[in-house]
């Protein structure tokens, strides 16, 4: 799996956009970028992957660098309950699913 | 209902003795994965599934014991707790090449 570097924490207010983002230099060509987060009190739930393009969900979108070397977890508008830890993590195709967690950044979003 | 469930909750025990935390889900999703997280670690594979009958050892599998007799369960089984094995354990399931769905946690402290 490649090496990610994600910021400790970030702050963000109610209601306006965040941005989220994680080096990963080390990736290879076929390493997926996947997002999770971890609510207080609960299990890591999924948020997006990408591999080139950017992505779009209803939970955020990804912006992924052109040289992939970096990319971009954005919330349009957050919210209180977007307060978590968001773990960014590079996953080779051949891993059977294995994930790397890192320390993550947690993210507070002010009223 | 449909997902992933763990049990027990909360465990309390001693060092030396047998522990089993239990994990079912109801996707007959192939892929099974067991983690702790540790404050300062983030989240560390024990053991991962790719199918039943089929275990193989992540990142930290010392003290630990799995099975998967049926598709929908993966127990995880410290054969003699001892103390650094006080941790949330998690549970995970996913179908092959999607994202993985996390179980809600084991806290698990050994007296």
């Known amino acids: 799996d490649a090496k990610t570097t994600q910021p400790n924490s970030m702050e963000s207010n109610e209601e306006e956009p965040v941005h989220l983002p994680c080096n990963h230099s080390?990736?290879?060509?076929?390493?997926?970028i996947h997002w999770y987060r971890q609510l207080p009190s609960q299990g890591p739930e999924y948020v997006i992957h990408?591999?080139?393009s950017n992505v779009n969900n209803r939970m955020a979108s990804l912006a992924i660098a052109e040289d992939r070397k970096s990319s971009t977890l954005i919330l349009h508008r957050a919210t209180l309950r977007d307060a978590a830890v968001y773990y960014c993590?590079?996953?080779?195709?051949?891993?059977?699913?294995?994930?790397?967690f890192g320390q993550g950044t947690i993210l507070t979003v002010h009223p | 209902d449909a997902g992933i469930t763990q049990s027990p909750r909360y465990k309390i025990t001693e060092t030396g003795r047998q522990v089993t935390l239990m994990c079912h889900q109801t996707?007959?999703?192939?892929?099974m994965f067991w983690y702790r997280q540790d404050l300062g670690h983030g989240l560390r594979l024990i053991y991962y599934?790719?199918?039943?009958?089929?275990?193989d050892k992540g990142e930290v599998p010392d003290g630990y014991v799995v099975s998967r007799s049926k598709t929908e369960n993966f127990p995880l089984t410290l054969e003699s707790a001892t103390r650094s094995q006080t941790s949330v354990y998690f549970c995970?399931?996913?179908?092959?090449?999607?994202?993985?769905?996390f179980g809600d946690g084991t806290r698990l402290s050994i007296l």
């Open positions: 995970a399931s996913s179908g092959p090449g999607q994202p993985q769905h």
């Open positions: 080390t990736i290879s060509g076929t390493d997926y």
């Open positions: 990408g591999l080139t």
């Open positions: 993590i590079g996953r080779g195709g051949t891993s059977y699913g294995k994930l790397t």
């Open positions: 996707w007959s999703h192939s892929y």
């Open positions: 599934s790719a199918a039943a009958d089929i275990t």
